[in-house]
């Protein structure tokens, strides 16, 4: 039995590393390609940074969940662990048995990473969580969610409305697809 956990958990190790390394593969972990400030066709994507507290809880303690989703059921993972940034994924969304992570990126920058690059049979909601994104005064019902095009080198705004939760601090969204995802004005 000890051995058949060990295996389990090496196995885990090592998909999530995969996961880690070959998301938006032209820029797994930094954001040198993934450049704010990009001019796209609408104007301005300017990604929002993490406000400095929330910077020094991410060093402390690092937001990742991962989970395996199968298609016959709804999931939801992500929540607590990733400071309340999640995917909730209804049944039918995958053809198979598939293992989601939710990891919040360290750095200045805010953006949460949802792994494994894939588009979806159906949409799925993504929330965020704004309570560590540095607002600067702004009004979080003018928040924009964005997206990283690894096709492009660009970050893109999220086209589908977006949903508001001000007691939560949360914004949600559905999409298709995963990516590499933020916020902007």
């Known amino acids: 039995m000890k051995r058949l956990i060990s295996t389990l958990g090496v196995i885990l190790v090592v998909i999530s590393l995969s996961f880690f390394l070959t998301s938006c593969a032209d820029n797994p972990v930094g954001f040198s390609t993934g450049k704010p400030g990009i001019v796209n066709r609408d104007g301005q994507v300017k990604l929002l940074k993490w406000n400095d507290a929330f910077k020094q809880e991410l060093l402390a303690k690092k937001g990742f969940a991962g ?94 409305p977006v949903t508001v939760d001000t007691k939560k601090q949360t914004i949600s969204f559905q999409t298709n697809h995963f990516s590499r995802y933020g916020w902007s004005w």
């Open 67 to 160: 989970k395996w989703v199968f298609p016959d059921n709804d999931a939801t993972v992500g929540g607590k662990k990733t400071y309340n940034n999640s995917v909730y994924i209804p049944a039918g969304a995958v053809s198979e048995p598939t293992y989601v992570t939710v990891e919040v990126l360290g750095g200045d920058y805010a953006a949460v990473e949802f792994n494994p690059s894939m588009t979806f049979n159906k949409n799925v909601t993504i929330t965020l969580s704004y309570a560590g994104v540095d607002l600067g005064g702004g009004s979080p019902y003018d928040l924009k969610p964005v997206w990283y095009n690894p096709e492009t080198g660009n970050w893109e705004y999220v086209n589908s």
